[in-house]
């Protein structure tokens, strides 16, 4: 029978522990259903046990039933005493006396207890079953329990074990199939609330809290005569009340109780709330299993190039949330609609072809007079019933884009600087520690176990190759050469390729203003540059080998060399395209001429045709009016092309490198001549540098057509999105780790710089146009315009009172405006010279530690000179010193070994080493003799390698000299 | 029937493993139907079978070794004592006992005794040294076949290298909780048992 009381306690357990032990790390959840499952299972089983011999004989069930009243009991006595301090000599597990003292403790409380609407059949046992309630702090569970066992007629199958236990003689002859069914029910629910009630106070605790309380009274009684200072005394006073107040309720002083009872309640559910949210949020990081599984099998380098690129699909997102919500809503839900005017409208001459799939892939059609583009925004200076500033909007987020860009990446390089300062000297223990700490051990997942199992293989391998770096014995001369050689050869070949970029990008230009070009001629500079793209990455990694950089630097140097390379990418882009800007500025001269022209004509012929001076020509219809080139929309499809293609490229990149590479290398193997997957083309590897500049460049690219093109920024964002599955997906299916996994360092803080520049370098443009050029004259919102910036001034003249004006003309002014940059050049250089000097701090503190780590070692290795008293206590007793190494813990020995012993021994342990310790600090520098003579070296600065170290060891640990 | 088990959770056995755990009432007559729980045996004790049952333990890498620990050295059932004694090792230190435990004996939950029981997992010969073997033995439990023998022996020579200050070629007791010193002990070996 404690078997089956055993049993259908199970439940309640299993599920306890799931909620408890929780943790916030990526396993957790798997880990809870895990366990959650095996708790059903047991507890189904334990409940099948429980109704087996239940049916059998109605004899057996109330045996049955006895335990559990028993276990009741075992339960609900906190409950009791916290009750009232009268019921405490009740610890024995008759039944009588406990149904003596309910009885009483009914007559006592009864009148007391909470009136609840349940229908009672049984009067006294209703009271019983209410006090309970009361008693329990109202909770609802319990509530509803209470209706469900009355509802049945009786008490009994309810969790109140005592009233149960007690009720079995009576009721006995009730119909016992209910009972069971109700107490299968019951098993249940009952038991979770029954240790919900537990938690919230156990026996030990209540008494000593009791006395807490009691002390604190005292001490309210008498703080008066207490020698304190008023304030002092004050202070006390009010601690001590609030802790009565808070307490006393605990320890069943009237109403208090409840009250406390169900504060408990909160604070319990409010602790697990606190936590379920945490695991809520860490299961909310996007992303963060992918990584987890991508870091586990490839290794930290190639994780941090998807932490970079969800990092950046943050920031994108909120550019695009800027972008959108303040300027494209706006526009497409007040402006007017497609074709109303002109710029709104495709002209009528690529109105046939403007919805021909070729034409809209070019962005041309119907696509560049969509709400993509710049040039479809209207320039009214108000739009809807809000009256939306929407050219102001379009500036400001224009501006604003750069502005929090700026703002997060310097941010995210200033956190993660400190992140890489905060644990510095983590070198000392490297291995130990991954070997000693580096299992999970709450892990229940097999999944997530054999996740775990790859990355304890691949942080190993990181760190033998981390290791091996260290202990190279190296050359150093010919490492010198060899690095000063392969600069000197990296930096010709950028600078020959920086030549040919210069020169096809004048020969394009020359060949610009002719017509009779092949198809080289016309394509020269496209071709070069992917000849260059192609060919210099992997002449700078054959040239790198020289170099013999430990991976992660080689990987800086390489990141940074073909960021030079594509610099120059960068620069003929927009050597042509500021070329094409200015003849479009040309021409628009022209055009806007004949636009007035043809606008003069339309009203003359309207005239002239219908002869009807007076009447006012209809408007010429939006599709005919002659426009001017819009070199904003034109800049933007250059951008908006270009990422798109660059999409593709890369995408297809990704399908035939690498996933047809791998398809192939995987199924033809069975019929090849030589081994593919270990010779020649084997699998791809995961090319770091190239996926992080491509997305640098990508995003250099996003911010500066953003402003021409807003919907580029709505694009990009998809493309990271797709990017993050399709490359996450191409990673484990198709590449191998690296040959040499190797760590990445901890802030990706070199991704960032190289964005940081790449910001700026798209900074430029942007501002320049927007400074200096003109704006169309007939398209964008700032038309009509002589600036761009010209937005502002109207917004200041117009919408702000006419001092803010004047004030604002003031601090346009140089005078005001030199002072204030040599303010921030000054506030720059105090900072950094404070950092300065802070770095400095801190590394003192570094040395000063790891000074007074040697100093500890050393004493500890030459335990024979540091002390004193205990080297003359061991002479006086020769054969201690062989003593102690007996004592320390016999391992296997231990768990059975009497309680007292076990905790003495470590015990002393402790306070032995601090025995020494503390000698040692207080005679007059036991170490003089020691150290002093020699110098400090890890060991063997004492005169013995033999027995002195033994000694010493053995000392620390044995029992402390009596 | 079973008379042995209501016994064994009489008060008194109860207050002595309260006394010698610090665990509280209602936690050990949790912890207790846990027990009978996975005592499958129904013998009132837990066999090491009845340990590799636990999910967590069965995809340990170092599952062996703790189910190890739990069992006395030669035996191979555990009793509630034991197990409770084993158990009381991951109990978290509560703020109150930090200050008050130097003055008796230390508990089972204090730092040292739970770097002790770590230390024990590694120590396969129960010879109060972790020794290049022992070290290799766990290493190959950790990362399977999947890094050569000679990389695993650099490993495990870096570690004694790392941790050794006596130059005896392994790892002491004491030179453990030196490598450890700065790992959260306190925090990572505890659970959080129900009150």
Same mark, same amino acid.
């Given at each position: 029978?404690?078997r089956?009381?055993?049993t259908?306690?199970?439940?309640?357990?299993?599920?306890?522990?799931?909620?408890?032990s929780s943790?916030?790390?990526?396993?957790?959840?798997?880990? /809870?259903?895990?366990?959650?499952?095996?708790?059903?299972?047991?507890?189904?089983?334990?409940?099948?046990?429980?109704?087996?011999?239940a049916?059998?004989?109605?004899?057996?069930?109330?045996?049955?039933?006895?335990?559990?009243?028993?276990?009741?009991?075992?339960?609900?006595?906190?409950?009791?005493?916290?009750?009232?301090?009268?019921?405490?000599?009740?610890?024995?597990?008759d039944?009588?006396?406990?149904?003596?003292?309910?009885?009483?403790?009914?007559?006592?409380?009864?009148?007391?207890?909470?009136?609840?609407?349940?229908?009672?059949?049984?009067?006294?046992?209703? %009271?019983?079953?209410?006090?309970?309630?009361?008693?329990?702090?109202?909770?609802?569970?319990? &509530?509803?329990?209470?209706?469900?066992?009355?509802?049945?007629?009786?008490?009994?199958?309810k969790?109140k074990?005592?009233?149960?236990?007690?009720?079995?003689?009576?009721d006995?002859?009730? &119909?016992?199939?209910?009972?069971?069914?109700?107490?299968?029910?019951?098993?249940?629910?009952?038991?979770?609330s029954?240790?919900?009630e537990?938690?919230?106070?156990?026996?030990?605790?209540?008494?000593?809290l009791?006395?807490?309380?009691e002390?604190?009274?005292?001490?309210?009684?008498?703080?008066r005569?207490?020698?304190?200072?008023?304030?002092?005394?004050?202070?006390?006073?009010?601690?001590?009340?609030?802790?009565?107040?808070?307490?006393e309720g605990?320890?069943?002083?009237?109403?208090?109780?409840?009250?406390?009872?169900?504060?408990?309640?909160?604070?319990?559910?409010w602790?697990?709330?606190?936590?379920?949210?945490?695991?809520?949020?860490?299961?909310?990081?996007?992303?963060?299993?992918?990584?987890?599984?991508?870091?586990?099998?490839?290794?930290?380098?190639? !994780?941090?190039?998807?932490?970079?690129?969800?990092?950046m699909?943050?920031?994108?997102?909120?550019?695009?949330?800027?972008?959108? =919500?303040?300027?494209?809503?706006?526009?497409?839900?007040?402006?007017?609609?497609?074709?109303?005017?002109?710029?709104?409208?495709?002209? /009528?001459? &690529?109105?046939?072809?403007?919805?021909?799939?070729?034409v809209?892939?070019? @962005?041309?059609?119907?696509?560049?007079?969509?709400?993509?583009f710049?040039?479809?925004?209207?320039?009214? /200076?108000?739009?809807?019933?809000l009256?939306?500033?929407?050219?102001?909007s379009?500036?400001?987020?224009?501006?604003?884009?750069?502005?929090?860009?700026?703002?997060?990446?310097?941010?995210?390089?200033?956190?993660?600087a400190?992140?890489?300062?905060?644990?510095?000297?983590?070198?000392? @223990?490297?291995?130990a520690?991954?070997?000693?700490?580096?299992?999970?051990?709450?892990?229940?997942?097999?999944?997530?176990?054999?996740?775990?199992?790859?990355?304890? *293989? *691949?942080?190993?391998?990181?760190?033998?190759?981390?290791?091996?770096?260290?202990?190279?014995?190296?050359?150093?001369?010919?490492?010198?050469f060899?690095?000063?050689?392969?600069?000197?050869?990296? *930096?010709c070949?950028?600078?020959?390729?920086?030549?040919?970029?210069?020169?096809?990008?004048?020969?394009?230009?020359?060949?610009?203003?002719?017509?009779d070009?092949?198809?080289?001629?016309?394509?020269?500079?496209?071709?070069?540059?992917?000849? $260059? =793209?192609?060919?210099?990455?992997?002449?700078?990694?054959?040239?790198?080998?020289?170099?013999?950089?430990?991976?992660?630097?080689a990987?800086?140097?390489?990141?940074?060399?073909?960021?030079?390379? @594509? $610099?120059?990418?960068l620069?003929? @882009?927009?050597?042509?395209?500021?070329?094409?800007v200015?003849?479009?500025?040309?021409?628009?001269?022209?055009?806007?001429?004949?636009?007035?022209?043809a606008?003069?004509?339309?009203?003359?012929?309207?005239?002239?045709?219908?002869?009807?001076?007076?009447?006012?020509?209809p408007?010429?219809?939006?599709?005919?009016?002659?426009?001017g080139?819009?070199?904003?929309?034109?800049?933007?499809v250059?951008?908006?092309k270009?990422?798109?293609?660059d999409?593709?490229?890369?995408?297809?990149?990704?399908?035939?490198?690498?996933?047809?590479?791998?398809?192939?290398?995987r199924?033809?193997?069975?019929?090849?001549?030589?081994?593919?997957?270990?010779?020649f083309?084997?699998?791809?590897?995961?090319?770091?540098?190239?996926?992080?500049?491509? $997305?640098?460049?990508n995003?250099?690219?996003?911010?500066?057509?953003?402003?021409?093109?807003?919907?580029?920024?709505?694009i990009?964002?998809?493309?990271?999105?797709?990017?993050m599955?399709?490359?996450?997906?191409?990673?484990?299916?198709?590449?191998?780790?690296?040959?040499?996994v190797?760590?990445?360092? %901890?802030?990706?803080?070199?991704?960032?710089?190289?964005? $940081?520049?790449i910001?700026?370098?798209?900074?430029?443009p942007?501002v320049?146009?927007?400074?200096?050029?003109?704006?169309?004259?007939?398209?964008?919102?700032?038309?009509?315009?002589?600036?761009?910036?010209?937005?502002?001034?109207?917004?200041?003249?117009?919408d702000?009172? !006419?001092?803010?004006?004047?004030?604002?003309?003031?601090?346009a002014?140089?005078?005001?405006?030199?002072?204030?940059v040599?303010l921030?050049?000054?506030?720059?250089?105090?900072?950094?010279?404070?950092?300065?000097?802070?770095?400095n701090?801190?590394?003192?503190?570094?040395?000063?530690?790891?000074?007074?780590?040697?100093?500890?070692?050393?004493?500890?290795?030459?335990t024979?000179?540091?002390?004193q008293?205990?080297?003359?206590?061991?002479?006086?007793?020769?054969?201690?010193?062989?003593?102690?190494?007996?004592p320390?813990p016999?391992?296997?020995?231990?768990?059975?070994?009497?309680?007292?012993? *076990?905790?003495?021994?470590?015990?002393s342990?402790?306070?032995?080493?601090?025995?020494?310790?503390?000698?040692?600090?207080?005679?007059?520098?036991p170490?003089?003799r020691?150290?002093?003579?020699?110098?400090?070296?890890?060991?063997? !600065?004492?005169?013995?390698?033999?027995?002195?170290?033994?000694?010493?060891?053995?000392?620390?640990?044995?029992?402390?000299?009596? | 029937?079973?008379? /042995?088990?209501?016994?064994?959770?009489?008060?008194?056995?109860i207050?002595?493993?309260?006394?010698?755990?610090?665990?509280s009432?209602?936690q050990?007559?949790?912890?207790?139907?846990?027990?009978?729980?996975?005592?499958?045996?129904e013998?009132?004790?837990?066999?090491?079978?009845?340990?590799?049952?636990?999910?967590?333990? !069965?995809?340990?890498?170092?599952?062996?070794?703790?189910?190890?620990?739990?069992?006395?050295?030669?035996?191979d059932?555990?009793?509630?004592?034991?197990?409770?004694?084993?158990?009381?090792?991951?109990?978290?230190?509560?703020?109150?006992?930090?200050?008050?435990?130097?003055?008796v004996?230390?508990?089972?939950?204090?730092?040292?005794?739970?770097?002790?029981?770590?230390?024990?997992?590694?120590?396969l010969?129960?010879?109060?040294?972790?020794?290049? &073997?022992?070290?290799?033995?766990?290493?190959?439990?950790?990362?399977?076949?999947?890094?050569?023998?000679?990389?695993?022996?650099?490993?495990a020579?870096?570690?004694?290298?790392?941790?050794?200050?006596?130059?005896?070629?392994?790892?002491?007791?004491?030179?453990?909780?030196?490598?450890?010193?700065k790992?959260?002990?306190?925090?990572?070996?505890?659970?959080r048992?129900?009150?």
């Open positions: 029978m404690p089956k009381r055993d259908a306690s199970n439940d309640d357990v299993d599920i306890e522990i799931d909620i408890e943790d916030s790390d990526d396993g957790a959840t798997q880990r /809870r259903t895990n366990r959650r499952q095996g708790a059903g299972r047991g507890g189904a089983k334990g409940r099948g046990r429980g109704k087996k011999p049916s059998e004989e109605e004899d057996e069930d109330d045996e049955d039933e006895a335990p559990r009243g028993r276990r009741g009991a075992n339960k609900k006595k906190p409950t009791k005493k916290r009750g009232g301090g009268d019921d405490d000599d009740d610890d024995s597990e039944e009588a006396p406990k149904r003596k003292r309910t009885g009483a403790a009914k007559k006592k409380r009864g009148g007391k207890a909470q009136d609840s609407d349940e229908e009672d059949s049984d009067v006294g046992k209703g %009271k019983k079953g209410k006090k309970g309630v009361g008693k329990k702090g109202g909770k609802e569970e319990e &509530d509803s329990k209470g209706k469900k066992g009355d509802a049945k007629g009786k008490d009994k199958g969790d074990g005592k009233d149960k236990g007690k009720d079995k003689g009576k006995k002859d009730n &119909d016992k199939d209910k009972k069971k069914k109700k107490k299968k029910d019951d098993s249940s629910s009952d038991s979770n029954d240790s919900e537990e938690e919230s106070m156990s026996e030990g605790e209540m008494a000593r009791m006395e807490e309380v002390e604190k009274k005292k001490l309210i009684a008498t703080i005569n207490k020698p304190w200072r008023m304030k002092r005394r004050l202070v006390h006073l009010k601690e001590a009340q609030e802790f009565v107040d808070k307490f605990a320890l069943g002083k009237g109403k208090g109780r409840k009250w406390y009872a169900y504060k408990v309640m909160m604070k319990k559910k602790i697990k709330f606190q936590r379920d949210f945490e695991n809520f949020r860490t299961a909310c990081i996007p992303w963060e299993r992918k990584i987890k599984e991508v870091e586990s099998h490839f290794g930290s380098s190639v !994780a941090s190039y998807f932490i970079f690129l969800r990092w699909y943050g920031m994108n997102l909120v550019l695009f949330g800027f972008t959108f =919500g303040l300027v494209v809503i706006p526009e497409v839900l007040m402006g007017l609609p497609y074709g109303s005017i002109a710029r709104k409208t495709v002209p /009528r001459a &690529d109105q046939d072809t403007a919805q021909d799939y070729s809209l892939m070019d @962005f041309n059609g119907y696509c560049k007079y969509s709400v993509l710049y040039g479809y925004y209207n320039n009214q /200076r108000t739009i809807g019933l009256k939306f500033r929407l050219p102001l379009y500036l400001m987020v224009g501006i604003g884009t750069f502005g929090y860009s700026l703002m997060v990446v310097i941010r995210t390089m200033a956190k993660n400190d992140v890489g300062g905060g644990d510095g000297d983590e070198g000392e @223990f490297t291995f520690w991954k070997m000693f700490t580096s299992w999970d051990y709450l892990i229940g997942n097999s999944e997530t176990a054999d996740n775990k199992y790859a990355s304890i *293989t *691949t942080s190993f391998k990181e760190s033998i190759v981390d290791e091996q770096e260290n202990q190279k014995d190296e050359n150093i001369h010919l490492r010198r060899l690095r000063v050689l392969a600069n000197v050869m990296i *930096t070949s950028l600078g020959g390729s920086g030549y040919l970029i210069y020169f096809v990008v004048k020969r394009s230009q020359e060949f610009a203003n002719r017509d070009l092949g198809w080289y001629e016309k394509n020269e500079l496209e071709i070069i540059m992917s000849l $260059l =793209g192609l060919v210099c990455p992997p002449l700078f990694e054959t040239i790198a080998e020289l170099e013999d950089y430990h991976p992660r630097i990987l800086k140097w390489q990141l940074g060399r073909i960021f030079a390379l @594509f $610099l120059g990418n620069y003929t @882009f927009l050597f042509a395209l500021f070329d094409e200015n003849t479009k500025l040309e021409e628009e001269e022209s055009i806007k001429n004949a636009t007035i022209w606008m003069k004509e339309y009203y003359a012929n309207y005239t002239r045709t219908f002869n009807d001076s007076d009447s006012t020509p408007p010429m219809p939006p599709a005919d009016i002659i426009r080139p819009c070199w904003e929309t034109g800049v933007g250059e951008f908006v270009l990422t798109v293609s999409i593709q490229v890369s995408y297809l990149t990704i399908l035939i490198g690498d996933f047809a590479r791998a398809v192939i290398v199924f033809l193997n069975y019929c090849w001549c030589w081994d593919l997957e270990a010779g083309p084997s699998y791809g590897e995961f090319d770091i540098s190239g996926n992080v500049l491509g $997305l640098v460049f995003q250099g690219m996003i911010w500066m057509g953003a402003f021409y093109a807003p919907g580029l920024v709505g990009n964002v998809l493309r990271l999105l797709s990017s599955y399709y490359q996450c997906w191409a990673v484990m299916a198709t590449n191998v780790p690296h040959e040499r190797f760590k990445a360092s %901890k802030s990706n803080n070199f991704y960032m710089g190289l964005l $940081l520049l910001l700026f370098l798209s900074l430029l942007v320049y146009t927007i400074m200096t050029l003109p704006p169309s004259f007939d398209c964008g919102p700032f038309s009509g315009k002589q600036k761009m910036f010209d937005v502002i001034m109207e917004t200041i003249d117009l702000l009172p !006419a001092f803010l004006g004047t004030l604002f003309s003031y601090a002014n140089p005078g005001l405006i030199i002072p204030a040599l921030m050049v000054l506030a720059i250089y105090y900072l950094n010279s404070v950092s300065e000097a802070y770095q701090a801190n590394m003192e503190l570094k040395k000063k530690m790891q000074m007074a780590r040697d100093e500890e070692k050393n004493r500890r290795n030459n024979d000179s540091t002390n008293v205990m080297k003359d206590l061991e002479d006086l007793l020769p054969n201690r010193s062989l003593m102690p190494a007996a320390p016999d391992p296997g020995k231990k768990p059975e070994q009497d309680p007292r012993q *076990t905790k003495t021994k470590p015990g342990a402790g306070r032995g080493v601090n025995l020494q310790r503390d000698v040692a600090l207080a005679s007059p520098n170490n003089a020691g150290p002093v003579s020699q110098p400090p070296g890890p060991r063997g !600065a004492g005169p013995m390698p033999g027995p002195g170290p033994g000694r010493g060891r053995g000392r620390g640990r044995g029992p402390p000299p009596r | 029937m079973g008379s /042995r088990a209501s016994t064994l959770l009489r008060e008194e056995e207050e002595e493993i309260k006394k010698e755990t610090g665990f009432h209602s050990i007559t949790r912890l207790y139907s846990r027990f009978t729980s996975l005592d499958k045996g013998n009132g004790t837990l066999s090491r079978e009845d340990f590799q049952r636990i999910p967590e333990l !069965a995809i340990n890498p170092l599952g062996d070794r703790i189910i190890n620990a739990f069992f006395p050295e030669g035996e059932q555990v009793n509630f004592r034991g197990f409770m004694r084993t158990l009381a090792h991951f109990r978290p230190i509560e703020d109150n006992e930090k200050n008050k435990n130097a003055a004996s230390e508990p089972l939950n204090s730092r040292t005794n739970k770097l002790l029981f770590a230390f024990r997992l590694y120590d010969d129960r010879d109060d040294k972790i020794s290049r &073997d022992e070290l290799l033995q766990v290493l190959r439990m950790m990362v399977g076949v999947n890094i050569s023998d000679e990389q695993l022996g650099s490993i020579d870096r570690t004694i290298q790392e941790a050794d200050t006596n130059g005896d070629n392994s790892i002491s007791f004491n030179e453990f909780i030196k490598v450890l010193e790992v959260d002990v306190e925090q990572k070996m505890s659970i048992f129900l009150h």
